[in-house]
């Protein structure tokens, strides 16, 4: 996945936000994990 720099601090800032105990984004693949995940989790409950 091709992100922005803008759209990756956007991005992890509402993660950080979403992830109370999440202290520490190692790099740009657990960003895109978690990205991933979270767009699944999201489809899965909405469809």
Not at 21 to 34: A, F, Q, T, V
Request: glycine share 2%; with cysteine; hydrophobic share 40%.
């Amino acid at each position: 996945m091709g992100w922005s720099k803008d759209e990756v601090y956007i991005l992890y800032k509402i993660i950080y936000a979403l992830d109370e105990d999440l202290k520490l984004i190692n790099s740009i693949y657990d960003l895109e994990h978690i990205i991933y995940y979270k767009n699944n989790f999201h489809n899965n409950i909405l469809c």
